[in-house]
């Protein structure tokens, strides 16, 4: 007999094996007659597309879905058991190896809650060890204080540990492993992407007493949709599978997490996780000089945990201020859990902490845009000069992108998954729109910026952009090229672009282009609307908007 199938409960074993594959919806082809689910046959009376299909049932597990946590995670989809967020994937691992009153589940405080909690529900003993006094797990620490336990079967790490951040040492998640081969590791990895931790997950694959759980709600900002996972060998996936419920996944969720990991969505998602790990740390070192905060430790999540010197008073001022923290005193009796959160609201925790940390408001923004011909993620900071990022899928076009940015000195990240088996068309116009979308929005209310940019004359090709972030969009542009195309990129498209981001953005762009060589008179149009763009969206100090009208 299997180590799983000696370990899982008799009741679990006793279910009849779910076929995930043969319910799949792919095993039946797109045009199959569905009489089979007392579904209602109509469309679900919601306006737009929000509830597209909504009136079926979603797949026990979705195929689409199961291969997009595979790939995310290195690992094939087998091994993947997508469940309604990690926390239920908690529960039904307890549930399946769980007996009432007789099987343990071991835990090492202070850590995350919800693993006493469901095993309390399923009436599993819970074993509680210590962390050391700096929060960090001592693998001979547990392995002694565990080792008369012969029905403990899940043993949780939590790493990095919530609420501390603490990392757990992969060999020391391994030599816990080996030591106890009866023992079901389960390794939580709800925050690793903030931490330099490597994954267990492909080595969770091959082990069959180690399952690592991932989350898409703390580094893909889907915390609302509930999608998680755990990852195990194919027959602890099979095995798990047995006890979800019929269709534990909203057919919502399941799109809004497919549109979520589109590859073009991949590289703003890292300059998120990258922006919220150098807040943790700009935050830790403007915390360390509060008079309010004991110690700051800053670990591998997207929180930092505090100890505080009177949590009651803070608390009470907190709640005066609308800021709400997690009090942690099971950790330390000042203990405070502090997420990451945008600058704005950093900014009113650390206020409210006792730190002064001026600064002007962000000029951030990202666009998201999918039609059936391009899916686009942009994101733009106007007041950083990095990262520069751009992936049109038109290299020439990520050429011109980029000395915008750079000659604009703002920072942009563009990703784009377009029909280019058609042409580039689509794909360099649909990138300006999105691009235009995402300025719009970082600009704000537009005060106190200089509003108008002109660039002059550069190189032997002469181009010319004037623009003006009116909130008017008006575009006009002069002159011709012989070329058709410069790469894959078509030169009647350059007049498009600036047409598209003149609308997008709300702005008046006058473009005047004449020269000899193609390639130079487009980069030359490409650079100056940086330039232009330098001028317009430069903080000038203040807060006037710039118009007599008082509005743009
Ligand atoms: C937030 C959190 C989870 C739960 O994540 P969901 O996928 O939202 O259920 C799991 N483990 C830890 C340690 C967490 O902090």
């Known amino acids: 007999m299997s180590l799983l199938a000696r370990l899982a409960r008799p009741e679990i074993l006793a279910l009849p094996p779910v076929d995930i594959a043969a319910q799949a919806n792919e095993s039946f082809g797109p045009d199959a007659i569905k009489l089979d689910a007392n579904e ?45 967020g990690a926390d239920d994937a908690i529960d039904i691992l307890i549930r399946t190896f769980c007996r009432l009153g007789i099987d343990a589940v071991s835990i090492c405080q202070p850590t995350f809650s919800a693993y006493a909690q469901f095993a309390r529900l399923q009436g599993a003993r819970v074993i509680e060890t210590r962390l050391t006094d700096s929060f960090d797990f001592d693998a001979d620490a547990f392995l002694a204080a565990v080792a008369g336990e012969a029905e403990l079967k899940l043993a949780f790490l939590c790493a990095p540990n919530n609420p501390t951040g603490n990392p757990v040492a992969a060999s020391d998640v391994l030599r816990v492993a080996d030591a106890r081969p009866d023992t079901i590791v389960v390794l939580d990895e709800a925050y690793i992407e903030f931490s330099e931790q490597p994954s267990l997950a492909a080595e969770a694959a091959r082990r069959d007493n180690l399952v690592v759980l991932r989350t898409l709600s703390k580094a893909y900002g889907l ?36 549109a979520s990991l589109a590859p073009s969505r991949r590289p703003i998602h890292e300059d998120r996780i990258a922006r919220i790990k150098a807040d943790r740390e700009r935050i830790a070192g403007l915390l360390a000089g509060s008079p309010l905060v004991r110690s700051v430790r800053s670990g591998g999540g997207n929180f930092l945990f505090l100890d ?15 800021i709400r923290v997690r009090f942690r005193p099971n950790a330390v009796p000042g203990g405070l859990r502090l997420t990451i959160g945008t600058d704005a609201e950093n900014q009113a925790a650390l206020a409210a902490l006792g730190v002064a940390a001026g600064g002007r408001p962000s000029r951030r923004a990202t666009a998201a845009r999918d039609t059936k011909e391009t899916r686009i993620a942009v994101a733009v900071d106007l007041d950083a000069a990095a990262p520069r990022n751009i992936a049109t899928g038109v290299p020439f076009y990520d050429h011109m992108l980029d000395q915008v940015a750079a000659h604009g000195g703002f920072a942009l990240t563009l990703a784009c998954e377009g029909d280019l088996e058609i042409d ?7 990138c300006a729109i999105a691009f235009g979308q995402a300025l719009r929005a ?18 032997e090709a002469e181009a010319q952009v004037l623009i003006d972030l009116s909130g008017r ?15 894959a990129y078509p030169t009647e498209m350059t007049a498009h672009v600036f047409r598209s981001l003149a609308d997008t953005l709300g702005a008046a762009i006058h473009v005047k282009v004449s020269g000899e060589n193609d390639h130079h008179k487009t980069e030359a149009c490409f650079k100056a609307l940086g330039r232009a763009l330098r001028q317009a969206i430069a903080r000038e100090g203040g807060d006037a908007l710039p118009s007599t009208k008082g509005v743009l």
């Open 40 to 84: 209602n046959p109509y469309a679900p009376l919601v306006e737009g597309s929000l509830a597209d299909g909504v009136n079926r049932y979603p797949e026990p597990q979705p195929m689409a879905l199961r291969r997009a946590l595979a790939a995310l995670y290195g690992v094939a989809p087998d091994n993947v058991v997508a469940t309604r």
């Open 223 to 258: 915390a609302g949709a509930r999608i998680g996972c755990a990852i195990g060998t194919g027959e602890l996936a099979a095995l798990i599978g047995r006890a979800l419920p019929p269709y534990p996944l909203p057919s919502l969720s399941i799109r809004a997490a497919l």
């Open 308 to 322: 505080v010197d009177d949590p009651a008073a803070l608390a009470a001022k907190l709640t005066a201020r609308g």
């Open 424 to 430: 580039a068309h689509h794909s360099i116009e649909d």
């Open 442 to 459: 970082a600009l704000g209310d537009r005060r106190g910026i200089g509003r108008f940019g002109f660039a002059l004359p550069m190189d």
């Open 473 to 487: 969009p008006f575009s006009r542009f002069e002159g011709d090229f012989a070329a058709s195309h410069i790469g």
